[in-house]
């Protein structure tokens, strides 16, 4: 686990998420999300939690967690966050799945850039 991936900013993602509008999955409904999904059957709840908790190895070799938030009704997780779990899990670049996250990461490029001093 690096600085960056923590719980803490594995939720921030979520709440992001949420905030943008993507509507919240409760860890009982991620079982049956295509993405999650093995031979057309939804996956055992165990295998969902060991995702968020333990994680799953990379083609690379990383650690790679479901991001989830907790909420007053349990852990939820969000489409999004399913989709970059399996993008990181095989290794492809980030790119924006919203025009939302498309903002986000245009606002951080030119930070850095001013940063730099260009």
Not at 63 to 80: F, K, N, P, S
Request: glycine letters at 6%; hydrophobic letters at 35%.
């Amino acid at each position: 686990m690096t600085e960056f991936d923590t719980p803490k900013t594995r939720a921030a993602a979520i709440l992001r998420d949420l905030t943008d509008g993507c509507p919240a999955i409760t860890i009982t409904d991620a079982r049956s999300h295509p993405l999650l999904m093995r031979n057309g059957k939804r996956a055992d709840l165990p295998v969902i939690y060991r995702l968020v908790n333990v994680g799953a190895k990379s083609a690379s070799g990383r650690r790679i967690y479901l991001e989830t938030a907790r909420q007053r009704h349990g852990q939820v997780t969000t489409d999004r966050a399913i989709q970059r779990f399996t993008e990181r899990l095989n290794d492809i670049e980030h790119c924006p799945t919203s025009r939302a996250d498309a903002d986000r990461a245009e606002k951080l490029i030119d930070a850095r850039l001013a940063a730099a001093g260009l």
